[in-house]
């Protein structure tokens, strides 16, 4: 039987520690998310359902964090921005998209985001940790339909401000690629 590790369990000031944490990091994506209006996520994306914050304790054992923007997940031509905090293993941002918008592959290959081979869109694990993404045109399948994921990395700092800025600059980078088709429809 396994010996319950009470020095851990009483250590408040670990506890308070990553509580602390946690709470830097909510109140980091709540300030990223009321940055952008639903009248901006839905310049990018009609059906968009605005944003939401998740969270979880145990993502391969470690707590994890969501904030996603647009949240469409229709797999013809959903779109959704998410970024993802978890726990020990970094911060990273991930675009979700229907098998409709699979002509912007080129931008994004650009931008130092990879494409996920992962059968699953949700497969965080296998994506990251088995490195089961790509960053080459030629390997990336075409024509799937299904929800197509796209992440990269996002190196996080100490400083609140020059992450909120980075943050938000990575999404208005993203919804400019988004944008570009619908300006071309306007012409």
């Keep these: 039987m396994p010996q319950l590790d009470l020095d851990l369990w009483l250590n408040q000031d670990l506890v308070k520690r990553q509580n602390r944490l946690k709470s830097e990091f909510l109140f980091l994506f709540e300030s990223i998310g009321n940055h952008f209006e639903n009248e901006f996520l839905q310049a990018v994306h009609p059906q968009s359902k605005g944003k939401k914050i998740s969270k979880g304790n145990d993502l391969l054992g470690f707590p994890y964090q969501v904030l996603d923007l647009i949240r ?3 797999p013809e031509s959903g779109i959704n921005i998410r970024y993802l905090n978890w726990f020990g293993h970094g911060f990273f941002l991930f675009l979700i998209f229907g098998h409709k918008h699979q002509r912007m592959k080129e931008q994004w290959l650009e931008r130092g985001f990879s494409f996920s081979l992962s059968e699953s869109p949700w497969d965080y694990p296998e994506m990251i940790l088995q490195k089961k993404h790509t960053g080459k045109f030629s390997e990336i399948p075409g024509n799937e339909a ?42």
């Design 146 to 187: 299904r929800l197509q994921v796209w992440f990269k990395p996002i190196s996080i700092q100490s400083d609140f401000q020059i992450n909120l800025n980075l943050l938000t600059e990575e999404i208005k980078k993203v919804a400019e690629i988004l944008l570009l088709p619908l300006e071309r429809k306007k012409e």
């Design 72 to 74: 469409d997940f229709s």
